[in-house]
Each structure stands twice: as C-alpha cells, then as structure tokens.
C-alpha cells in the first residue's frame, strides 16, 4: 500500500471516530432527555392514578349519600301511599253506597212503570 492510500485510511480513521464520538455524545443526550420525559410521563400518570382514585372514593361516598335518600324517600312514599290507600278506600265505600241506593231507587221505579203498563195492559183495567 502507497503513503497516499495509508494516509487516506487514516484520515478516513480519524474522521470516523470523530462522528462516532459525535454521534455517541447525540444518542446520550436524545437518551437523556428521553429517559426524562418517561419519567415526567410516569410521574403525570401517577398524578391522573391518585386522582382517579380520589374520585373513585368521592363517588362511592356520593353513591352511599343516595342510598341513604333514595331508602328515606321510598319509606315515606309507602307511608304516604297506605294512608292514600285507607283515604281511596273509604272514598270508594262512600260512592259505592252512593251507588247502591241510585240503582235502588231506579230499581223501583221500573217496578211501578211495570206495574202501570200491566194495568193499562189489562183488559179490565181501568178506561
């Protein structure tokens, strides 16, 4: 091999050292600051967890606090139904009776328009 060539390839040498010392010290840094931000990421999504879970426990409280109303709410809405249920009741023997004595009544009067039309019927009956 001639000075030239031996010359060129350790120039070649040299300069690829200096792009992989380049390039080495890059890939650290990109590495570096992509090792930081998955930690910010990591550490935002512990944040997002322990919010979550902060709301998790708001709503189960909420969820009980409803319980809670919706089985007061429900208790006295059976109250307020069986006391409507003895009110509808009496009201419905009132008109019941009411009833009875109007079909009563109708009762005997077809009974007297009966008997009217058989004396007008009967040939010996009055003129």
Do not use: C, Q, W
């Amino acid at each position: 091999m001639d000075i030239d060539t031996s010359e060129a390839i350790d120039s070649l040498r040299s300069d690829l050292r200096h792009l992989e010392d380049a390039l080495g010290g890059r890939v650290d840094a990109v590495g570096d600051d992509l090792g930081g931000r998955i930690d910010g990421v990591e550490t935002r999504l512990h944040g997002v967890e322990t919010h979550l879970h902060g709301l998790e426990t708001h709503l189960h409280g909420v969820e009980t606090r409803l319980d809670v109303r919706i089985d007061g709410v429900e208790s006295t809405l059976r109250v307020e139904m069986r006391e409507m249920r003895s009110d509808i009741r009496r009201h419905f023997d009132i008109v019941s009776e009411s009833l009875r004595d109007d079909i009563r009544i109708i009762a005997e009067g077809l009974v007297a328009l009966d008997a009217k039309v058989e004396r007008l019927r009967a040939p010996d009956g009055p003129p």
